[in-house]
């Protein structure tokens, strides 16, 4: 419950900075004396600058004013509180832990689109993983870019965990022989890596398939989760990020990252009524303890603070 | 490249609301005399979802809307147009306005070396374009140095190292213990003594909000005096795009943007908030990870992207001046019965086609989703679509009239009258018989199914 606190407060103060840098937020608004509509438009146009979409938007105001009714809502405060309920209510299913009491080893595959977040976060999920006793094996799927398998064994060695790397060589060769490894070393949890692609590539999404098959070629029922590192400045194209990488590998989970920004990651809105990929972690900056457990009640209430 | 979003994923719902959309704006206007206040209500309100929808941000929107309706209201609307593609027109034009009259290149008049200042949020790919702007550079025969300032991320430095090394530049030696105002000094200094022409200083991802890192780097331009300080924009981004481009053009006087990932399927409304709040041109597009996807910004081409319609403005312009116009309504009003439509009137509008400049010069106006599903390779150009008209002209007026008509021994005649494979008559009834069905559907006004059904229709469409 500490750790729950402390982030609000992070995120609160983060927003706090948000508002001051904007010049006044909803706060102000709800001074007002009456749900009139020129208030409507003002909780429209915070939904939609926090990037919930056109669609998400009407959806959860047509559900706002259903509710404003039903409920007899006069005070602007009570509006706010309804708006997050119902915020809430289109997050909650959205809101599941990582099971992590089935196989070992535990196979976490990430994937997404160029700069993300996906290997911060797996820095960050291997602490939090050791911080739930698991020990916990890293694999340099990322055999592209630039340093990418550097930027790992850095993190690796931040947490004190080994990193199953190769000099050259594909991907799919790379998390095989860390399959191979984390069974032989009795590991709970291997994260694997992968470069960043767009969408729009699609090759590069059929190599990201041959990844996962590899997987389960060297560990039966491997890789157990599939996470896809959202970046909360992320506007409308999240969606069809979801959607394409779901489509190629099936994803059983959420990241998002960058939430520590002015960037509120709304998107999460739009996924939640089309694609609800359960959304298991947020990212709240560039430290090894910045990342949550994602809270739908907390989610919302940042939304439209 | 063009613009245009291009593939599989570009049929999504959302684009094809777009496409969809704007159609129904000409549509619902068609047939009145004039733009009034409340006839332009509702298409500048599906102007504002389709902007939205983009990415663009919503004060970005309103400032739009409100430019757009000034201007449809004057006296613009002209010629032939219906007031409905005038106000199409006008949308067009003040988003091409907004994002930029014409490419802006490097400016690197100054005494050397001139120094590159990098800056944007995390990840969205400066290092990257760091390591591109050092290969067009080289190309152009500069001598040009790389240095690293991204003290925090794990490895940046090395990224650094390796993309110089990639694009066959030199890059100054930096460490993570070391303070990047000292780094950059140093870097300048040895870039002055060694004769470098250019001084590439990359620098870490950093939030708007985050004082300490904004200070930083506005430390990093005093010392520098850049003659150029690029802000590296993901066009993937949202809403505070608004915000974090106003933040960063406070705290530096930022020369100029470069827009990254434009190979995505984004519509890349981000484009237009940035432009918007910095007033400062995109310089580049970034269109891949490779060290060559980089290119001039075309601000022209992102207004259709955003819009999502490739540049149907101007192919509706052209086609008013180039189509005679009383053909152009013979076939239209054969479109509005849905019935009717015959091989005849297929050869009238292949020639149309080859009027208005012949299939490659459309692709570049088609919108995004209909492009995107062109493979260029497979396009046989002008020359198929004379060959097509062959084939219709050895058919007889009643053949033309009643392709039903037209079975085994008829095709044989027809194909050794063009002198063609009978494959070939074949294939042209069966482009003939889609683009039938396609006339039906947008008499309907289902604009995207029309969109998905061009598949086969058009030579080389896959
Ligand atoms: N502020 C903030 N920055 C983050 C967060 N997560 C990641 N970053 C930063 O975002 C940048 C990109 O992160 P990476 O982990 O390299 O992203 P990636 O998805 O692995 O990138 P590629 O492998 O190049 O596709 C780095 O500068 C990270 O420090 C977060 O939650 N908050
Ligand atoms: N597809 C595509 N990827 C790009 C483009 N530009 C950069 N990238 C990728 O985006 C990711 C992040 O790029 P970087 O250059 O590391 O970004 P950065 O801004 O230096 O990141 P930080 O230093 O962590 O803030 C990498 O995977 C790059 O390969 C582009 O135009 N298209
Ligand atoms: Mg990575
Ligand atoms: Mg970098």
């Known amino acids: ?176 022989d860390a399959a191979a490894a984390a069974r032989a070393r009795g590991i709970d949890v291997l994260i694997a890596d992968t470069a960043g692609r767009l969408p729009t590539q699609l090759h590069l999404m059929e190599e990201i398939r041959k990844v996962k098959r590899v997987l389960g070629k060297a560990l039966p029922g491997a890789p157990h989760e599939i996470l896809l590192v959202l970046d909360a400045n992320t506007g409308q194209n999240g969606l069809a990020q979801v959607r394409a990488f779901d489509e190629a590998l099936g994803l059983t989970g959420l990241v998002l990252t960058k939430l520590d920004g002015t960037a509120r990651g709304g998107v999460v809105c739009a996924i939640a009524r089309e694609r609800p990929v359960p959304l298991l972690f947020i990212g709240v900056g560039e430290g090894i303890d910045d990342l949550r457990p994602f809270d739908a009640a907390e989610f919302a209430g940042a939304l439209v603070d | ?94 988003l091409a306005r907004l994002m930029g009259e014409a490419n802006v290149a490097l400016d690197l008049a100054t005494q050397p070396p001139a120094v590159i200042l990098m800056a944007g949020l995390q990840g969205s790919g400066k290092t990257t374009t760091t390591g591109k702007l050092a290969r067009l550079l080289l190309a152009q025969k500069k001598k040009v140095l790389l240095v690293s300032c991204d003290v925090y991320r794990p490895a940046a430095i090395e990224q650094l190292a390796a993309v110089a090394a990639q694009a066959g530049v030199d890059v100054f030696a930096s460490a993570a213990g070391e ?101 400062k041109p995109i310089k580049f597009a970034g269109t891949g990870e490779k060290l060559d996807a980089l290119e001039p910004f075309h601000p022209e081409r992102m207004a259709s992207r955003v819009l999502g319609m490739g540049d149907i403005v101007s192919l509706v312009e052209e086609a008013h001046k180039k189509v005679d116009l009383e053909e152009a309504q013979r076939v239209a009003e054969k479109i509005r019965k849905g019935k009717g439509f015959d091989l005849e009137d297929f050869k009238q509008q292949l020639q149309q086609m080859q009027k208005m400049g012949g299939m490659a010069s459309m692709l570049d106006k088609l919108p995004a989703q209909l492009a995107g599903q062109i493979n260029p390779a497979q396009l046989q150009d002008d020359r198929q679509l004379r060959r097509t008209a062959g084939v219709i002209n050895a058919m007889t007026p009643q053949e033309r009239a009643h392709p039903e008509l037209i079975k085994a021994s008829r095709k044989r005649r027809i194909a050794a009258g063009a002198g063609v494979p009978v494959q070939e008559v074949n294939r042209l009834l069966h482009q003939f018989e889609q683009m039938q069905k396609m006339m039906k559907m947008m008499k309907g006004g289902n604009m995207a199914r029309m969109m998905r059904n061009l598949k086969g229709v058009l030579p080389g469409m896959r």
């Open chain 1, 1 to 176: 419950m500490l750790a729950a606190t402390s982030w609000a407060a992070r995120l609160r103060s983060g927003l706090a900075r948000t508002r001051a840098a904007l010049g006044g937020g909803l706060g102000a608004l709800f001074g007002g004396a009456a749900v009139d509509e020129p208030l409507y438009e003002e909780l429209e146009a915070a939904l939609l600058t926090a990037d919930c979409g056109v669609e998400a938007t009407r959806t959860l105001l047509a559900r706002l004013r259903e509710r404003a009714r039903r409920e007899r809502i006069v005070e602007p405060p009570a509006l706010k509180r309804a708006l997050r309920e119902e915020l809430r209510l289109l997050l909650a299913p959205l809101e599941k832990p990582l099971d992590l009491t089935r196989d070992r080893p535990l196979v976490i595959m990430i994937a997404g689109v160029n700069g993300s977040g996906k290997t911060t976060s797996i820095g960050k999920l291997a602490k939090w993983l050791q911080g739930q006793g698991r020990s916990v094996l890293l694999a340099a799927g990322d055999t592209f870019r630039a340093a990418a398998r550097e930027q790992l064994v850095a993190w690796g060695e931040r947490n004190g965990v080994a990193v199953i790397a190769q000099k050259g060589g594909d991907a799919a060769a790379v998390v095989f």
């Open chain 2, 1 to 94: 490249m063009n613009y245009n979003v291009g593939h599989d994923f570009s049929l999504s719902p959302v684009l094809d609301n777009l496409t969809a959309r704007l159609a129904r704006i000409v549509k619902t206007i068609r047939g009145e005399a004039r733009l009034t206040e409340a006839n332009i209500q509702d298409a500048l309100r599906e102007v504002r979802v389709a902007l939205l929808e983009a990415d663009v941000a919503l004060p970005v929107v309103r400032d739009f809307i409100a430019a757009v309706k000034d201007k449809a209201l004057g006296a613009e609307v002209v010629g032939s147009l219906t007031p409905g593609q005038a106000l199409i027109g006008v949308v067009h034009r003040e």
């Open chain 2, 179 to 279: 303070a990047p105002l000292d780094i950059a000094r140093r870097a300048l200094e040895h870039a002055r003594t060694r004769y470098y022409d250019v001084l590439l200083v990359d620098t870490a991802g950093r939030l708007a909000i985050d004082e300490a890192m904004m200070q930083e780097i506005a430390a990093l331009h005093g010392a520098l005096r850049p003659v150029e300080t690029l802000f590296v924009v993901d066009a993937m981004q949202g809403q505070d795009a608004v915000n974090v481009a106003r933040i960063f053009g406070e705290r530096l006087p930022l020369t100029g943007v470069v827009l990254t990932k434009l190979d995505g399927d984004a519509r890349g409304g981000a484009a237009l908030s940035v432009r918007h709040v910095t007033g």
